[in-house]
């Protein structure tokens, strides 16, 4: 992913965006691509919207790990 702050240049005072340009794989392995250009705003709840939602998977995957792990303690018990 890269990001780019960009404003454009006039005779008079533009506002400033964040272009956002992106590559990944779909749940199919399939690539993918995609760019988008965001206010100062817009780009802050994007921002604070991707943090929430990587703490939330980190958390989810401990538990997963924890669960599964679990899971192999009580079957070497057997």
């Known amino acids: ?8 240049h006039a005779r008079w005072l533009t506002a400033p965006y964040v272009s956002v340009e992106f ?13 988008v250009e965001l206010t100062p705003e817009e780009a802050g709840k ?5 943090s929430e ?3 939330t998977a980190e958390v989810d995957h401990a538990a997963q790990v924890a669960a599964y792990m679990s899971t192999l303690r009580e079957g070497a018990r057997s």
């Open 46 to 50: 994007l921002g604070r919207f991707l």
């Open 53 to 55: 939602m990587a703490g």
């Open 23 to 35: 590559v990944g794989l779909e749940h199919d392995w399939m690539p993918v691509r995609g760019a």
């Open 1 to 8: 992913m890269t990001a780019s702050l960009v404003q454009a």
